[in-house]
């Protein structure tokens, strides 16, 4: 194992612990605040143990011990997302009873400009596409190898779960205040925003990462397999970090607007 993978899995098992250490406690409650307390308390304590499993198990079997990474998971959802609930009023889940908005107009009906740009993505793709099966066809490399496709044809379906992601995304529920704030209804428009535009770029990337490999390699061959390699590889690894960091992002956003719709008739 290289420094790489030290870091790769030591940052994925840290990840959880530290992503919490940027909210404070804004609950009143007594029970969520010694619940907070202890969620945190046990929370790095599964994370250093979590490390020094993988360090000791680093030394004899390294291929194992890259796969725990996967720690990532039960420390995010058994112990990190409860510790913001208890935090954080806006991380938990409207309790039964609360308002939510309601729209009488479409949410996920996109503004005439980026339904061209997906469009031109699409149009992108398709050519992207057809510049791999022309050098196919005309033998560019030998041996063709037509099973190269596949991953352009993964960027064609890609397109479309994304484009999918981000209509469901517009019309999730939202918590609502019984009378919208100047505060709340610019959160509100800037998180639609956020949202709109993160999943194109997240989709425009992912398209390229999928389609210009392929299209390297059809064309010239094993020459240039030191680009497809870095072009898959690390932009993959880049687009996989930047959709985390969307994410989280959205998931702040939304945090920032549940609560401020908790707060909102103690304002009023």
Sequence with gaps: MDWFDYSFVCGMILAPAVFTMFFRNRSTEPGFIAAGKRLNRWLWIATAAGIAAFLLLARWQPGPAYF??????????????????????????????EVRSASLLRRDRLQPGLRLAWFALVILWALLLVAAVAGLALGASQPPQWWLLGFSLLAGLELAVLHWAMRRSLIEPETAAPGESDVLRPERESFFRYKLYGWFALAFFAMLIFSLPPLILIW???????????????????????GGVFGSIASIKRARINRLVVEAPARD
Excluded: Y
């Excluded at 996967?70 to 009023?89: E, S």
């Excluded at 020459?223 to 687009?239: N, P, Q, V, Y």
């Design 220 to 242: 010239f061959g094993n020459d240039a397999l030191w680009w497809a390699i870095s072009i898959g590889g690390g932009g993959g690894a880049l687009t996989g970090i930047g």
């Design 68 to 97: 725990l990474w996967i720690l990532f998971f039960p420390l995010w959802f058994n112990l990190a997302m409860p510790l913001l609930r208890a935090r954080d009023p806006g991380w938990r889940a409207p309790e039964r009873g």
